[in-house]
C-alpha cells in the first residue's frame, strides 16, 4: 500500500516540532471498502468487550 505525507513543523520555544501525517492511496473503490471493513470489525472486536 502507498501513502500520501504531508509534513507540519511547528516552533515550541527553541525546539522544532514535525509532525508527519500518512494518508493511504487506495488504487480502488474495493480496496477502501475492503480496508474500512476490516478496521471497522477490529474496532467492533475491541470495543464490544467493554460493552454490557
Known sequence: ????Q????AQ?????ITVRNLTPV??????KKDTKDKIEKGLYDIFKKYIP
Open 26 to 31: 487506495f488504487v480502488s473503490r474495493d480496496e
Open 6 to 9: 504531508s509534513n507540519h513543523v
Open 1 to 4: 500500500m502507498k501513502y500520501a
Open 12 to 16: 515550541i520555544g527553541n525546539k522544532t
